[in-house]
């Protein structure tokens, strides 16, 4: 199916999709803060928290651009574009988690539904801090 939208239009509206400081994010803040972690550093595959010292990076993964196993549906319109997209990012997540690995770091990535549904109680399960 051919998008309903423009081309601008479209970049447009993807624009505006937040990537940073997101509510999920936004929950969890406060807990990596007191455990000196740094939010949203400037670093490979912009990770949403990062401890230096103890080379740990976490992720919190949106289940529709991440592709969660559990939550991702794909959209029934421009059905192509969305399948290139999201397969991108699954992609991209694997390599970013394969060279930070490689190089001797933990990395912990969080579903959005774990936070959402508070399946995500405690951090401290996912991380020795």
Known sequence: MVDVHSKEKRSYNMSKIK??????ELKLKDFFEKKNFVYQPNEYGKPDFI???KKIVVFIDGCFWHKC???F???ETNKEFWKKKIEGNFRRDKEVTMNYKNSGWKVVRIWEHEIKTR???NPKIYINI
Do not use: M
């Open 51 to 53: 401890h230096y010292r």
């Open 119 to 121: 399946k995500f109680i």
């Open 73 to 75: 549906k794909l959209p």
């Open 19 to 24: 990537h940073r400081d997101t509510k999920p």
């Open 69 to 71: 196993p559990q939550c």
